[in-house]
């Protein structure tokens, strides 16, 4: 079945700084790949998403890049602010949505 | 729209215990799934269905069962719970088949099996 690998594990930053997460999956198949904020004690919620037809997405300060010949996809946060504190979850969907291992961001201010 | 709804919010189970987690939409979605989610673990998908009637295993589905009589709810039974199965419990919905598009989590159920 579909495997999704997340890194890092987790992540600190400093304010203003950008943050990287990068997913790599298994199935060439999968043909949509969104990206999940989980605040503390809240439930996840998606921030951004991207087809497999397109390479790049951006939204403001959240920009996510797909490469299907490599199989990974990474989010990127410009400006960093301490409101984008939160773990950070990578998803891939072959029918059913698997997701990655979550990343923690920290921004320190 | 009341969203993704789960009941309880919190249920402490001994061993051997059995018990139903609700879950409840109210945007005719036809896509509905159940994810645990534990430390360093992300979450996993135990099972899913893509709609009344409809249903199939996910990546842990062992310990599980679910039934999908209506397109509003998805139950999930535990019919003999293990310590393994304390987690966090989200039920999401899609209006799209296989979630291919915006999955809606609700607030979450927490599980402890002692």
């Not at chain 2, 987690?21 to 430390?39: F, G, I, K, T």
């Not at chain 2, 009344?52 to 990546?59: K, L």
């Amino acid at each position: 079945g579909e495997n999704v690998e997340q890194h890092p594990s987790t992540l600190s930053v400093q304010e203003g700084d950008s943050a990287v997460i990068k997913c790599t999956y298994s199935d060439s198949a999968s043909n949509y790949f969104p990206w999940y904020k989980q605040e503390l004690g809240k439930r996840p919620q998606l921030i951004i998403d991207i087809r497999s037809n397109v390479g790049e997405k951006k939204d403001q300060r959240i920009a996510v890049t797909l490469n299907k010949t490599a199989k990974h996809f990474s989010l990127h946060i410009t400006e960093t602010q301490p409101e984008d504190s939160a773990v950070y979850f990578c998803a891939s969907n072959t029918g059913k949505l698997i997701f990655g291992q979550g990343t923690t961001l920290q921004v320190k201010p | 729209n009341a969203g993704v709804t789960q009941t309880p919010k919190f249920q402490v189970l001994k061993t051997g215990q059995s018990m139903t987690l609700q879950c409840a939409q109210d945007m005719n979605h036809e896509y509905m799934s159940w994810y645990r989610q534990d430390p360093g673990m992300g979450l996993r998908l135990i099972h899913y269905s893509v709609g009344a009637g409809i249903t199939d295993q996910g990546e842990v589905p062992n310990g599980y069962n679910v039934s999908r009589s209506t397109t509003e709810d998805f139950p999930l039974r535990l019919l003999s719970a293990a310590p393994s199965q304390t987690s966090v419990y989200f039920c999401a919905s899609s209006s799209a088949a296989g979630g291919l598009r915006e999955q809606y989590f609700g607030p979450g159920t927490r599980l402890t099996v002692t």
